[in-house]
Structure formats: C-alpha cells, structure tokens
C-alpha cells in the first residue's frame, strides 16, 4: 500500500491530483492491480486530502464492465473512474498501475500527439472503458503508455508495470510541457 501512497503523493504535490479550489470537487486518482481481485483504488473525493491513509484506498475485487458493476471494500467509495481503470487492467496482464491526472494544458497538448479517446464517450463508463479498449487495439497505446480522455476535460491517463513506470511515462510529457511552456513566457 505504501507506493500508491507515495506517488499519490508526489502527484498531488504536483496538482496533477487534487481538488478545484472554487468548488472543492476532487480529481484524478491512481489504482495498483490486487494479485486477489482488481485493483486498489484511491477513494471517490479524497482529492482535498494532501496525504492518503490506507483508509482512503478502496479495493476492487470484482467488475462487469458490460453491466456498468463493481464490487468494492474498504472505508472509502471507489473512484468514479474505476472502470476504466479495470479496463485498463484488463487489455495486458503485465500492466501494473494506472493513473488518471488533470492538467488542462498538457490534456490539449496531448490531443495532437497521443491516443485520444472519442470526445462523444463520458468519463466513467462503460463506453470508456471499451474506448480505452479500443486505443489499445487500433493505435500506438501498448507503446506510448498515456492517453487523453477527449470527452473529459482535462483527464489523463498513463499505466505501466509498475507504479514507477506509470508516473514515469506521465511525468516525462508533464515535464516537457511545463519546460516548454516556461521557454515561451521568457
């Protein structure tokens, strides 16, 4: 339980996870697969909360994305976007973490360079999940790793084998976008 704790938060050092300042609603969250079910999930709005405890971590033992379903435990309710993160867990069996951000610039940027998921499908359905599904199968996702949610302002999402790799992939365009976005404010 300790590294999705600590990445989640360095994320939200980053305000790459957190909470919009005029309405309190939370955002982003990040998930590691459960070797006994799905995965563990940061809990539905602890996007305020600077640091996680394992009480704010939900697991996921079972989904049916079809029937828009999931069986959760814990203290905490399950992210809203949960199955897209089963989704995710679903397309390879070495993918290992998932985690959703918002960053509005880097979500434009993205959208020109990356797998963009159909701005038609909602955020936390299963329409997205299959959407998700679907970059994996039709475009470059297995390899890049990152994605924009076109139909979710602002959403992000990377995954890897490993916690470290998922940051990893997201952090290294975060970072070029705000170096970038430095270089042209001089």
């Known amino acids: 339980m300790g590294t999705i704790l600590d990445y989640r938060h360095r994320l939200y050092q980053q ?3 957190g909470a919009y300042p005029e309405s309190g609603i939370g955002f982003g969250n990040i998930s590691c697969r459960s070797p006994q079910g799905v995965c563990w999930i940061s809990g539905s709005q602890t ?3 600077p640091h996680l405890l394992s009480k704010h971590i939900a697991w996921i033992s079972r989904v049916d994305i079809s029937a828009n379903e999931l069986w959760c435990e814990g203290e905490t309710k399950a992210s809203s976007e949960s199955l ?5 867990y679903q397309l390879h069996p070495h993918i290992e973490a998932v985690i959703h951000v918002h960053h509005l610039g880097l979500w434009h940027q993205l959208q020109q360079t ?4 159909s701005a038609e499908v909602p955020y936390g359905t299963p329409e ?3 959407e998700v599904q679907r970059l994996y ?3 470059d996702l297995k ?3 990152l994605l924009a949610m076109g139909g979710h302002e602002e959403g992000i999402i990377s995954f890897g ?3 470290e790799e998922a940051y990893e992939v997201l952090f290294t365009e975060w970072q070029a976008y705000e170096q970038g976005n430095e270089t042209l404010s001089i």
């Open 161 to 163: 084998t490993s916690m």
């Open 47 to 49: 996007g305020h909360i």
């Open 143 to 145: 390899e890049r790793k």
């Open 114 to 117: 990356h797998p963009t998921s």
């Open 15 to 17: 305000n790459l996870i």
């Open 84 to 88: 897209t993160h089963a989704a995710v």
């Open 128 to 130: 997205m999940a299959g």
């Open 137 to 139: 199968r039709e475009t």
